[in-house]
């Protein structure tokens, strides 16, 4: 079909000589009608996913698939894998407590959630060429089962990845053999101080967030105070009777409709605040997973290095006596020599993946708390004033009634 | 002429904080129509209503403090001075109208048929200038108690300096202070409540044995002022109280209060203890009867062992005898105002409650958005300090906004609080007022039982003579002692008989002070809490 060269631009400009539409490349999705699946214990919650595009390996302009939360999660996993140095867009957390799992609030909010995850996805200029992500947005159910069962956990490693692990440890433990306990780790300044930056963004984030959590924790509790209040006032307006009944019904009457005012105001500041303040923890979160992938290549790439320097030592060794091993030897050092220049080039891609992914990082956070703080402002002076309205109207309420009353 | 007044007035009022509510003053016009109400002898709802447009104040005259001008005024049905020891007595002689006048001025025409039909005329004039009584307590001092000086350096006390400010002729002179003592507060609260029973007395404020112990020193003594200053206010916004003889004493009388002091129980337990035996099997059977005098009072426990024996037997037989007793309650209308009562403080200790949470949810609230304000600020100051590119920068900026609004939102909300409680603490206030309310309904049961106990007594004493005489007429001549028992016991049954007389004239006097003081109270409470709920609303307007 139509072949089009991949090149790696800036802002997914993708511009195909031969594509017949003029239009850029565009890539859309939307995570919409969660709808419960399945009985009891094994219930879980499916979303549509809606994909519009005109990308050239995507089938047709738009594409409905249905997916869960395992999948999203797989594709995470994948990206993560698959992409080291860049910041992979978090994933709303999996629900620990049984009964909030099905709360409209709790699935409007993960909803959310998924949905951004997945735009982010699409609109990053490298990861919106993933094929993992093509797979999840346009794949029968089927064949993302299979690929999801395929690729889960730790369990399902390639044998590569095996040995590495085996290295790993064994480089982990003649470390503390001999007495090397610190791990090996880059002198970067500027690096230092990014990782502490990040480090110490997500204490002041997750402080934040947990009292913007409480905030709407009390606007219900206000709503909820206001709703009893104005109930017991109506009671007492009616052991009263005539003008003075009726003022208090009136004020009971107001204070139950503020009631609603405030709960309405909870959920917007739910949803529109506290969410985003949430989101921004957990992308801090995926950032320290991505600094501890630089650390893993970082380190791999040490010890590479050393494992060579070894290795150069044992072959000019072996060299001078020319002993038959030496042919194989040899070429073990051509193959370690071969995988420490890719563990340095992997280590190096990182680097300048990062470099460039923390300046959108900030631009794109900047971008998101501006819009949640105008949400959170409008929203608080939309309450205040729709509480200072009502109240308002009630005053030449309350003066008839005390003229007419006396 | 008085609409313009009244605008301003309502308008005043409205954006007046509290305080200035309180002490505002009831201008000439309002006396001088008043005045003419006065001379009117008609109270018939059309002269009322005539008269409505001109003493019309919703707000002003439904001031709760003071301010009701009253012309002399008293216990208005109190016919026959002789046999009360109340110092009321001082102002029977005048046409007694003042009292159930304060009650007209404040209402509409329709509530003029509570009026009983006294005579409207009032003697007096009264002052040209309002009537007002402000009492403030200050200055708390160390005393020590010197008599007992068994205690070394022990007993000392504290007494605060209570002024007055008065035109009220009674009083002579119009500015003045005492030094008083709490044990002086809680002897002139039982000496009020011994003479006006049947009204709805404020309470006075707590003992507070535990807490003057528990508490810094300081702290108690500011909280015990405050206390004391709120209860003389209350005292002296009664429309009949604040004419008592027994407050002004309070307020006035250098040195040592005059008032009879409370006994304790032990003490009285020991004359009551005393008296007993006497009474029972005492030289004259006449020493048995009640004291007429007395019979006014409730009866004191320890004092009057004898009679309270008798009135628990009476009130027994009341709840589990077959018959009825003498005298019931009769009054419809009080027993369904009493009800209506009932049912508006169970309501109302539940709005007290919600009101309670309501005031919390808005203090947290506004505490958790300026601890949100300080997080952000925290942030905006990190940022800010390792801004490493320009969004962050830009951010901070944005942060900093957010974090400045919401503390000085939080501020607002602080203040919003503190006003709604003070609006709020309206519906507390007449908790108070209905315990108050409940003591008097208490003061009259207890009259009644007394006038049930002693007409039982009659009824006994009747049928002991009528068996004695017809015994005595079969034997001709008569039995010497026999006679003489006949003597004592008619004499007995005279004395009973004007107990009796004098019980059932202070039940209805505590009848018809229940009744006038639930028209004061519904009234009071009515503007009170209309403007409760004015404050209220208005200041949530204004805060937000």
Redesign the interface.
């Given at each position: 079909m139509i072949t089009t060269q991949r090149s790696h631009t800036g802002g997914g400009g993708l511009q195909s000589p031969r594509s017949p539409s003029s239009q850029p490349p565009f890539l859309s999705v939307s995570v919409t009608d969660p709808a419960k699946m399945g009985n009891g214990v094994q219930a879980y919650i499916s979303y549509k996913v809606i994909t519009k595009t005109n990308f050239p390996d995507y089938q047709g302009p738009e594409k409905i698939v249905i997916r869960r939360y395992t999948d999203f999660v797989w594709l995470r996993d994948c990206l993560f894998k698959k992409y080291k140095g860049i910041f992979i867009p978090p994933l709303p957390e999996k629900s620990t407590v049984e009964k909030f799992r099905f709360s409209a609030e709790f699935i409007e909010m993960r909803r959310q959630a998924l949905d951004s995850f997945v735009n982010r996805i699409a609109l990053h200029h490298e990861l919106q060429h993933s094929e993992d992500l093509r797979t999840f947005l346009q794949a029968d159910e089927q064949t993302m089962e299979r690929a999801r069962s395929q690729d889960t956990g730790i369990f399902k490693r390639k044998p590569a990845d095996l040995m590495q692990i085996f290295r790993d440890v064994q480089s982990k433990v003649s470390d503390v053999v001999l007495g090397k306990e610190k791990p090996v780790e880059e002198t970067n300044p500027e690096y230092e101080?990014?990782k502490r930056?990040i480090f110490?963004?997500e204490d002041?984030?997750a402080?934040?967030q947990k009292?913007?959590y409480?905030?709407v924790k009390?606007?219900r509790?206000?709503g909820?105070?206001?709703s009893?209040?104005g109930?017991?006032?109506k009671?007492?307006g009616?052991?009263?009777g005539d003008a003075?009944g009726t003022?208090?019904s009136e004020?009971g009457a107001k204070s139950e409709m503020l009631s609603i005012k405030l709960q309405r105001e909870a959920h917007h500041l739910l949803m529109n605040f506290e969410e985003p303040l949430k989101d921004y923890v957990r992308a801090v979160q995926s950032i320290k997973g991505t600094i501890g992938e630089r650390a893993n290549a970082f380190r791999q790439q040490c010890e590479l290095s050393e494992t060579i320097k070894l290795k150069e030592i044992d072959l000019n060794k072996l060299r001078l006596t020319r002993s038959e091993k030496m042919l194989d030897a040899e070429h073990e050092y051509e193959e370690l020599k071969a995988d420490g220049e890719e563990a340095t080039r992997r280590f190096e891609t990182i680097v300048k993946l990062m470099n460039e992914e923390?300046?959108r990082f900030?631009?794109e956070?900047?971008q998101d708390?501006?819009l949640a703080?105008h949400e959170?402002?409008k929203g608080?002076a939309r309450l205040?004033?729709g509480?200072?309205d009502a109240?308002?109207s009630?005053?030449p309420k309350?003066?008839a009634?005390?003229?007419s009353?006396? | 002429m008085m609409g313009s007044e009244n605008q301003g007035f309502e308008e005043a009022q409205l954006y007046a904080s509290r305080e200035e509510m309180e002490s505002l003053v009831l201008d000439d016009d309002d006396n001088n129509n008043n005045n003419n109400d006065n001379n009117s002898s008609s109270r018939s709802n059309g002269g009322a209503n005539g008269d409505g447009s001109q003493h019309?104040?919703?707000?002003s005259?439904?001031l709760p403090f003071a301010e009701i001008p009253t012309t002399d005024d008293d216990d208005p049905l109190l016919s026959s001075p002789s046999t009360h020891k109340s110092p009321n007595a001082f102002n029977s002689f005048l046409e007694p109208p003042s009292y159930a006048d304060a009650v007209f001025r404040s209402f509409?025409g329709d509530h003029g048929k509570q009026i009983n039909g006294h005579g409207v005329v009032s003697t007096s004039s009264p002052s040209s200038s309002s009537d007002y009584l402000k009492i403030s307590v200050t200055d708390p001092q160390k005393d020590q108690d010197l008599k007992n000086s068994l205690v070394p350096g022990g007993n000392t006390f504290v007494t605060y300096l209570i002024t007055t400010w008065t035109n009220l002729p009674e009083f002579n002179g119009t500015e003045f202070s005492v030094r008083r003592r709490f044990k002086d507060v809680v002897t002139l609260s039982d000496r009020l409540s011994d003479s006006y029973r049947g009204f709805f007395i404020p309470l006075r404020p707590d003992k507070s044995v535990v807490e003057s112990q528990v508490m810094q020193k300081q702290e108690f003594v500011e909280q015990r002022r405050m206390a004391l200053e709120k209860y003389l206010r209350k005292l002296a916004a009664h429309p009949v109280i604040r004419r008592s003889e027994e407050l002004r004493v309070f307020l006035q009388v250098q040195g040592k209060l005059p008032l009879m002091k409370t006994t304790d129980v032990a003490s009285r337990m020991l004359d009551g203890a005393v008296k007993l035996p006497k009474q029972l099997f005492g030289e004259s059977v006449v020493s048995a009867a009640v004291d007429p005098n007395e019979v006014s009072q409730p009866a004191k426990g320890g004092r009057d062992l004898l009679r309270i024996f008798k009135e628990l037997r009476q009130s027994v037989t009341n709840d589990w005898g077959e018959t009825k007793p003498p005298v019931v309650e009769e009054d419809k209308e009080f027993l369904e105002k009493k009800k209506?009562l009932q049912?508006?403080e169970l309501?109302?200790s539940?709005?007290s409650?919600?009101?309670e949470?309501?005031v919390?949810?808005?203090q947290?609230?506004g505490e958790?958005?300026g601890?949100?304000g300080l997080?952000?600020v925290?942030?905006t100051k990190?940022e800010s300090e390792?801004a490493?590119?320009n969004?962050?920068k830009?951010?901070a900026a944005?942060?900093k906004?957010?974090a400045t609004?919401a503390v000085k939102?939080s501020r607002l909300y602080r203040e919003l609080n503190a006003q709604t409680v003070k609006h709020l603490d309206k519906l507390h206030e007449y908790l108070g007022v209905m315990l108050a309310v409940n003591n008097a309904y208490a003061d009259r049961s207890n009259a009644l039982l007394t006038v049930q106990t002693l007409l039982s007594e009659l009824s006994n004493l009747n049928s002991r003579i009528e068996k004695l005489e017809a015994a005595a007429s079969k034997i001709f001549g008569g039995d010497r002692s026999r006679v003489r028992k006949l003597e004592e016991l008619k004499e007995t049954m005279r004395v009973t008989d004007e107990a009796k007389n004098c019980a059932i004239r202070e039940y209805e006097r505590i009848k018809e002070n229940n009744k006038n003081e639930l028209n004061r109270l519904d009234k009071e409470r009515?503007?009170d809490?209309?403007g409760m709920?004015?404050g209220?609303?208005?200041n949530?307007?204004s805060i937000?």
């Open positions: 101080k990014l930056y110490e963004l002041h984030l402080e934040a009292h913007a409480r905030l009390r606007h509790e206000l909820q105070s206001l009893d209040f109930k017991a006032i009671l007492l009616a052991c009263e003075l003022a208090f004020l923390i300046i900030q631009d956070k900047t708390m501006g703080f959170f402002a608080q205040a004033n509480i200072a109240w308002r009630l005053i309350l003066d009634l005390t003229l009353s006396s | 019309h104040h919703p707000l005259s439904s509409d209506k049912d508006f309501e109302l539940n709005v409650q919600q009101a949470s309501l919390k949810a808005q947290d609230i958790t958005l601890q949100l997080a952000f925290k942030l990190f390792e490493m590119f969004s962050q830009v951010r944005d942060m906004n957010v609004s939102a009515h503007d809490f209309f709920l004015k209220f609303v208005v949530q307007v937000l």
